[in-house]
Each structure stands twice: as C-alpha cells, then as structure tokens.
C-alpha cells in the first residue's frame, strides 16, 4: 500500500485541493511539506501528535518535512476557534518555546542536511515593512471572502470581537507558504480544519504571485481530520510531551483511559502498527479492548518517552491496578518549605502539591465527595493532615479511581 492510500485508510484525510497532485507527490517522494506550529507554550501536547505523527509518515516515504514555527505570527495569536484574545507573549518567550519545540520534534522526525528542516517565520515576519506588505500582500485578499472564512467566526460572534490584529493573521499564514515555495521549494502544506481558509489563502496567494499555470500543480493544499484537535482536550488542561509537565506515567495512563469508542481509530491514526493488525483488533470487544488501549498507550509511550520509560509506565499501571505495591508509580517529593510551623502539611495541600487537583478548591470539593483515598483508605474530613514521620512508610494518595502519587519527603 502506497503512502496515500494508507494514509486514506487510516483516516488522516478528510480534504485535498488536488488529490491526484497529492498522490502523486507523496506516493513518489517529491513533496517538500510544512506543517505550522505557534510556540504558545514551552511544549507540544497531545493536540499535535497527530501532525507529528503525519511527518514522521510521510519523512519515512522519502518526503521533506518542514516544521515552520510560528515565532512571528505568534506574535499575533491563531484566532481559528477562540472566543478571546489569546494571551500577548515577549518576544523572549516565543523564541524560548520555538527552542524547547525543536528538541521534542526530534524524536518524531529527523533533522539535518537534504532531511527535515525547521524553519522559524520571525526570520521574514518580524522586520516586514507594514505599508509594503499591505500594498504587496493585503492588496490580493478581498475583506468580503475573509469576513465568511470559518477561522473567524467564533470572534466574530463572540460579545469581545475580532480584533484588527488577530484579521492579520491570515495574511501572515498566507504568506508563510510563499516565502516557503519561493526559497525552500514548499510545495505542499498541511492542517487542521480550522486552518482550511488559512490555507486556501496561501495556495491562491502563490498562485496570483507566480502566475496560475506556473504554480498551480506545486500549491497543492491537503486538510488533515479534526480528530486530532479533540485530542488535546482533556478537561483537566493539556497533556503535554514534556515529561517534566506531564509523565510517562501520566502519559500513559491518559492513552490508556480513552473512550471505547476513540481507542481504535486512535490506533489507526497515531501507531506505526499495520494496518492489517489493526483491522483484526476492530471487532475486539471487553477484555480485548483493555487489552487494545493497552497497547495505544505503550505504543504511543514508546514513541514519545522511549522504551524504558514506556515500559516502567506499564508496569506501574498493572501493578497499581493489580492491587500490586508502589514501584515505577509516579513520585512527589514534600520539602521543608511544604510543612506549616507546627511540621504538618494538609491534605490538600498534598493533592495540589502532587498535581492531583489544580487548587485548593478543588481539592476539598474532591474529599468532600469521597474521592479521595490514602494508601487505600478514603479521607472525608477536608482538614486532614500528616506530620513528616507519616512518609517515612509508603503513602500513597489517590484522587478518583485512577490517578496515584507516591509521596516521599525530598
């Protein structure tokens, strides 16, 4: 099966400008793709696994990724499905998170001469000059169509607006796909369906720049399946690739507890796993579907943390949920600074400490309604608390069914 077609099967694609131009260029090895990234945080999450995912993908049949990070349109902030203003970042920030990017895009894709490039658009952004890109660029965009594109309705129903700064957005992302045709030979980009206007504006954009018979089978524009958005949401905040914000453990227990619904289409789209295995876990039911977000979660582990992490996340989940001891469960180290005068700390305290719960509020709502238990006995009373000589055994708090932390003193 060529690169397309699986990628058709494993439900990756959901619109193409030009599907006979897509295949072609992929199926042969000739595209040179990008993918967009706003450094809105220090990490990548779960939300862009699957583009992630895609490059690696399309790398291993023989085409050219691009990771453009947006250290110039993040300068303005995606308004594609936002009710608010995204939060004004230094200039400092955006390039400390493009930098913590690179190094975890790492381990999905490799970097280096004639492979992967990263490519940062503060290069061409940051010094435009406004009153010559509005003559050269904004000319080429009709107010009237970008007022009907779908990135913008949510700010524009919304009770705050669309802010003139966040209209630009669009053109920035329009012309990042030029100035990547022109000096890196891009010919191809790819994105959520969010992006679609986004992207379309780029495609038309090289297009009237270059001349429609010069560009029109190198701007070929292909959307990826939304899935990959609903990934990141949570509920509780995002789950991160940084092991410093979100464990392997974590990680692999948010894998592990998807819905029974999700856990086979994320397979498809996420693993590296035939597709012939996964076609005969399709009618797993019970025992075998466990058994199937079991392999999600390590396979996914795997990819992101590497083997040894994956494998200690597994053995703690089977044996947390065996009713085994605490070995590989996630640890949080109490310091002095934790303990109050008198050389206690509350429970609470230990759960916001601990990252079970995000504030305090939520911490006594969460004992309050009995879901709290440590080292297997649940806590009712929310004044709770321990004085140091209680971790010097194993104590082990529970938030929930699934969620545990060993606490040890620092």
């Given at each position: 099966?060529?690169i397309?077609e699986e990628?058709l099967?494993?439900?990756?694609?959901?619109?193409v400008t030009?599907?006979?131009?897509?295949?072609?260029?992929?199926n042969?090895?000739?595209?040179?793709?990008?993918i967009?990234?706003?450094?809105t945080?220090?990490?990548?999450?779960?939300?862009?696994?699957?583009?992630?995912c895609?490059m690696?993908r399309?790398?291993m049949a023989?085409?050219?990724?691009?990771a453009?990070?947006?250290g110039?349109t993040?300068m303005?902030?995606?308004?594609s499905?936002?009710?608010d203003?995204?939060?004004?970042?230094?200039?400092e920030?955006i390039?400390?998170?493009?930098e913590?990017f690179?190094k975890?895009m790492?381990?999905?894709?490799?970097?280096g001469?004639?492979?992967a490039m990263?490519?940062?658009?503060?290069?061409?952004?940051r010094?435009?000059?406004?009153?010559?890109f509005?003559?050269d660029?904004?000319s080429?965009?009709?107010?009237?169509?970008?007022l009907?594109?779908?990135?913008?309705?949510?700010r524009?129903?919304?009770?705050?607006g669309?802010?003139f700064?966040?209209f630009?957005?669009?053109?920035?992302q329009?012309y990042?796909?030029?100035?990547l045709?022109e000096?890196y030979?891009c010919?191809?980009?790819?994105?959520g369906?969010d992006?679609?206007?986004n992207?379309?504006g780029?495609?038309?954009?090289i297009?009237r720049k270059?001349g429609?018979?010069?560009a029109?089978?190198?701007t070929?524009?292909?959307?990826?399946?939304?899935?990959?958005k609903?990934?990141g949401?949570t509920g509780?905040?995002?789950v991160w690739?940084?092991?410093?914000?979100?464990?392997?453990y974590?990680?692999?227990?948010?894998?592990?507890?998807?819905?029974?619904a999700?856990?086979i289409?994320?397979?498809?789209?996420l693993?590296?796993?035939?597709?012939d295995?996964?076609?005969a876990?399709?009618?797993?039911?019970g025992?075998?579907?466990n058994?199937?977000k079991?392999i999600?979660?390590?396979q996914?582990t795997?990819?992101?943390h590497?083997?040894e992490e994956a494998?200690?996340?597994?053995?703690a989940a089977?044996s947390?949920?065996?009713g085994?001891?605490?070995?590989?469960?996630?640890?949080?180290?109490l310091e002095d600074?934790?303990?109050?005068?008198?050389?206690t700390?509350?429970?609470?305290s230990?759960?916001?400490?601990a990252g079970?719960?995000?504030g305090?509020?939520?911490?006594?709502?969460?004992i309050?309604?009995?879901?709290?238990?440590?080292?297997g006995?649940?806590?009712?009373?929310?004044?709770?608390?321990?004085?140091?000589?209680s971790?010097?055994e194993?104590?082990?708090v529970r938030r929930?069914?699934k969620?545990f932390?060993?606490?040890?003193?620092?």
């Amino acid at each position: 099966m060529q690169i397309y077609e699986e990628l058709l099967e494993r439900g990756l694609i959901a619109q193409v400008t030009d599907e006979e131009g897509v295949r072609d260029l992929i199926n042969n090895g000739k595209a040179t793709f990008y993918i967009g990234f706003d450094p809105t945080a220090d990490s990548l999450h779960v939300g862009h696994f699957m583009a992630l995912c895609l490059m690696k993908r399309l790398q291993m049949a023989g085409n050219k990724p691009i990771a453009l990070v947006g250290g110039g349109t993040g300068m303005i902030g995606d308004p594609s499905g936002r009710t608010d203003l995204r939060k004004m970042m230094t200039t400092e920030m955006i390039d400390h998170n493009c930098e913590c990017f690179k190094k975890q895009m790492s381990r999905f894709i490799e970097f280096g001469e004639g492979k992967a490039m990263m490519v940062n658009n503060a290069d061409w952004l940051r010094d435009l000059n406004y009153i010559e890109f509005i003559r050269d660029i904004g000319s080429m965009f009709k107010v009237n169509n970008m007022l009907r594109a779908e990135c913008y309705k949510q700010r524009l129903a919304s009770e705050e607006g669309l802010t003139f700064l966040e209209f630009n957005y669009m053109l920035m992302q329009s012309y990042d796909f030029l100035k990547l045709y022109e000096e890196y030979g891009c010919n191809l980009e790819f994105g959520g369906d969010d992006q679609w206007s986004n992207m379309l504006g780029g495609r038309e954009l090289i297009r009237r720049k270059l001349g429609k018979e010069d560009a029109q089978a190198m701007t070929i524009t292909l959307l990826l399946n939304s899935e990959g958005k609903k990934m990141g949401k949570t509920g509780k905040g995002a789950v991160w690739l940084d092991p410093e914000k979100t464990s392997p453990y974590e990680f692999y227990q948010y894998w592990r507890n998807v819905d029974d619904a999700d856990v086979i289409n994320c397979i498809k789209m996420l693993t590296f796993l035939p597709m012939d295995e996964i076609h005969a876990m399709e009618s797993w039911e019970g025992a075998e579907l466990n058994k199937a977000k079991e392999i999600l979660a390590y396979q996914l582990t795997e990819l992101v943390h590497g083997e040894e992490e994956a494998k200690k996340a597994e053995t703690a989940a089977k044996s947390i949920f065996g009713g085994g001891g605490s070995e590989n469960m996630p640890e949080t180290a109490l310091e002095d600074g934790d303990f109050k005068e008198d050389g206690t700390i509350d429970l609470i305290s230990i759960l916001v400490k601990a990252g079970l719960v995000t504030g305090r509020g939520e911490g006594r709502r969460a004992i309050e309604q009995n879901g709290v238990a440590v080292n297997g006995e649940k806590v009712t009373d929310v004044h709770a608390s321990y004085n140091k000589d209680s971790f010097n055994e194993e104590f082990v708090v529970r938030r929930g069914k699934k969620n545990f932390r060993k606490i040890v003193l620092g």
